[in-house]
Nanobody, 122 residues
C-alpha cells in the first residue's frame, strides 16, 4: 500500500558530499514526521535526522553542522544533504515516515525504505 524508495547513495571520498532522496508513494492520506536512520556493519541502527510535517528538524550530535534534512510535502519526498563526509558515516541509510493511509485514517504506522549504501573512503 505504501512504498518508500531511497536513492542517491554511493561511494565518495572523505570531505565529499552526497544527497539522499526518499520518495513515498501509494495510498497515502498524510505523512507526519519523516526521518533518516543508518546502520553500519556490526552496529545497531541509529537515528540520524528527523523532520516534522511543519519543518522542524532534529539531528544526532555526530552529524550536526554537516547534514541537512529537508522535505517537499507536495511530492511526499524527504532529502538528506550530507557534506564533509567522514569514513565513520559509512552505513546503509534508511528513510522512514509516519504515514496514515486512505484505507485507515485513524491509524498511523511507520514505514521503511529498503536502504541505500553510503561508503566514505579515507
Amino acid at each position: 500500500q505504501v512504498q518508500l524508495v531511497e536513492s542517491g547513495g554511493g561511494l565518495v571520498q572523505a570531505g565529499g558530499s552526497l544527497r539522499l532522496s526518499c520518495a513515498a508513494s501509494g495510498s497515502i492520506f498524510s505523512i507526519n514526521s519523516m526521518g533518516w536512520y543508518r546502520q553500519a556493519p556490526g552496529k545497531q541502527r541509529e537515528l540520524v535526522a528527523t523532520i516534522t510535517s511543519g519543518g522542524t528538524t532534529s539531528y544526532t550530535d555526530s552529524v550536526k553542522g554537516r547534514f541537512t534534512i529537508s522535505r517537499y510535502n507536495a511530492k511526499n519526498t524527504v532529502y538528506l544533504q550530507m557534506n564533509s563526509l567522514k569514513p565513520e558515516d559509512t552505513a546503509v541509510y534508511y528513510c522512514n515516515g509516519l504515514i496514515t493511509t486512505v484505507h485507515a485514517i485513524s491509524i498511523t504506522l511507520r514505514y521503511w525504505g529498503q536502504g541505500t549504501q553510503v561508503t566514505v573512503s579515507s
